[in-house]
């Protein structure tokens, strides 16, 4: 019986003091009557959970019965200033805010771990307002020791922001405090490390080394989807190899959690549709067949099937496959085979002179040809993707008569199929043995790749 009755008290006195769901209360001066929006950051995006009139008294209250997904939430007024609040397990405080200045607040019952993080915030904020000073004040300084001087007060300001991080960090390792304060920390190099090559493969291979990707919280800030951005655009080598590697890696990093694994799926997804690298498509179908196509249980079956027609359309065209045969009619009724040509590189251009672009790069493309690619033997092998005899001969006679002319007089299905023309003008640059070697590229990309490789 003594037993039970000690189980019991245990029972009652846990459920008296582990709170449930959340309240947050705020108090904003000045701001009576004023709307409020209460929500959470997701990649770039904010996230509205709820929204208020602050009442007569200025205060309002977001609260659930439910727990909140813990990660960087923000309150925003009707003056568009917002306010950041870490949530981790701490879901029940109160903060009395400033509207003028929202660095003045006052945190209520609030725990040590949000405590620190808002003194934190508050302390960043001051600190760059001075290391902005400073900064200014050396560049515009009139002699040395002045500019000496600030940039000693600049250096210092900087010191003492990351010795105060630090610290923050060794004391809330446990928590959300600590993991996204870590995360949000530049990568230090070792100072052992001289060479600008070995500086970079450190950087790019230790890029990721405080920030789990699989950590759905930090999903829940803004600076989740800017590193993976980041990393994508400015460390990762922009050719079709490397960027293959990296989208394969921040798959893997990412799938310990179904939210940040369906997150970079659709991420990378769109990043790849977006891209103007050469290649990107070449990613995006390796990319599909691999990962997303597996995962993306969200897609429908007519979304799916079309994503396969498109997968299949672009097939054709990736780099390193021998384009397809085209045997088309010359303007002396002639027809010219493709693959029969013996030339060391061929430029394959799609146009048509209604388009105002293919008017203008035309005749720049000709002008290369007959400067310097004319000379090295390459070819252009110009298609024209329309149905109109004259306007076709007559631009050709105007702007480019010595290269091989060639139209389809039965219609141009054969081209999109074939090479997966969806504009014009478009290139594709083959080499002696027809292997794709650059496509969807300038005029003057395309003669810089064939002068390069020739040298």
Known sequence: MKAIITAIVIFLSFSIFAQTGYEITLSVSNQAGGN??????????????????????????????????????????????????????????????????????????AKSSLREFLSFQKFLYFSQLKTKEYYSKALKATNSDSAKYYGA????????????????????????????????????????????????????????????????????????????????????????????????????????????????????????LDSKMMGADDIFVKFCEKHYLQNATWLKRKQRRMLKQEIERIKPTMLGQKAAELTLENDQGEYISLHQSEAEYIILWFWEPDCAHCAETTPRLYMHYQSSLKALGVEVFAVYVRSDRKKWDEFIQTHCPEWINVWDPRGFGELFSKFNVRETPMIVVLNKNKEIIAKNISENQATDIILNLVD
């Open 36 to 109: 409020v929006v209460f929500g959470h950051y997701y990649g770039n995006n904010l996230m509205k959970l709820d929204s208020c009139q602050l009442d007569s008294n200025s205060r309002a209250v977001f609260a659930g019965k439910e727990n909140l997904a813990h990660g960087l939430y923000f309150v925003r007024f009707a003056n568009k200033k917002m306010f950041n609040i870490l949530i981790d397990k701490d879901q029940h405080f109160s903060i009395d805010l400033d509207s003028e200045n929202l660095n003045n607040f006052i945190l209520r019952d």
């Open 153 to 272: 007060k600049y250096k210092n300001i900087r010191e003492e922001t990351d010795k105060y991080r630090k610290l923050i960090i060794g004391n809330n390792a446990s928590n959300f405090t600590g993991v996204f304060l870590s995360a949000s920390q530049e990568l230090t190099l070792p100072e052992t490390i001289k060479d600008s090559l070995e500086v970079y493969k450190y950087y790019k291979n230790n890029y990721f080394h405080r920030f789990n990707l699989s950590d759905e919280r930090l999903l829940r800030t803004p600076i989740y989807e800017n590193k993976v951005n980041v990393y994508l655009t400015r460390v990762v080598a922009q050719n079709p190899d490397s960027v293959w590697i990296a989208v394969d890696s921040l798959v893997s990093l990412s799938r310990n959690s179904k939210l940040t694994k369906n997150f970079m799926l659709v991420y990378l997804h769109n990043f790849l």
